[in-house]
């Protein structure tokens, strides 16, 4: 079980790769630069060109990644692809202790784990607006190959189901015309923050204009 929230309440985005969640998740980072702040995954997969240590993800090996989750060090992780995936408490309390809200983006498997902690996150589903518009999308990528394609519209169906399911998320997010989802998105994360303001949690709400 994950320790208090003592600083703001963390956001989890999760969505299938290909429906826009960093789209949605680079504006919100431009427009209010001192509010919000990624937590730093760990991962046993090697980095890819350009990624860096610290940056991107913490890049671990397999037996110091499965020795943390045995020491209850994680809050959430999963394997993808023959990798292990996760984010770690301290992670998440680095971001809670600058006063900021913590993102996180992580698979549906991960989000089962973090209900189940006492994070009490704000729970946010980027949904494509289908999956053939999805599979139009990671094509655009020029980054799969077929087998590798279809793996991740399999998984994408899994993870529309998920999204959909009542209860599972606080707001859905379809992502469509990005203006519209971005401002849909923008205004259900700045009330919920105000929420919190009002509880008299510290968390600054200045824009960068």
Known sequence: MAA???????????????SGKSTLLKR????????????????????REGEINGVHYHYVTRDHMEKAIANDEFIESACFGGNLYGTSKA????????????????????????????????LVFN????????????LLRNTETEESLQKRL??????????????????????????????????????????QQEQGVQISLETKN
């Open 154 to 195: 399999d998984a994408a169906q899994r993870e529309i189901d998920f999204g959909n399911e009542p209860g599972n998320f606080d707001i859905i997010i379809l992502n469509d015309i990005i203006d519209e989802a971005y401002a849909k998105f923008k205004d259900f994360i700045i009330s919920e923050i105000k929420k």
């Open 91 to 122: 992670a998440v309390r680095d971001v809670q202790d600058k006063g900021k809200v913590c993102v996180l983006d992580i698979e549906i498997e991960g989000v089962k784990q973090i209900k189940k902690s006492d994070l009490n996150p704000i």
């Open 4 to 18: 208090a929230t003592i600083g703001p309440r963390p956001m989890v985005i999760c969505g299938p790769s290909g």
């Open 127 to 138: 949904n494509p607006p289908s999956v053939d518009e999805l599979k139009r999308r990671l």
């Open 28 to 47: 919100l980072f431009a427009e209010y630069p001192d509010t919000f702040g990624f937590s730093v995954s760990h991962t046993t997969r090697q980095p």
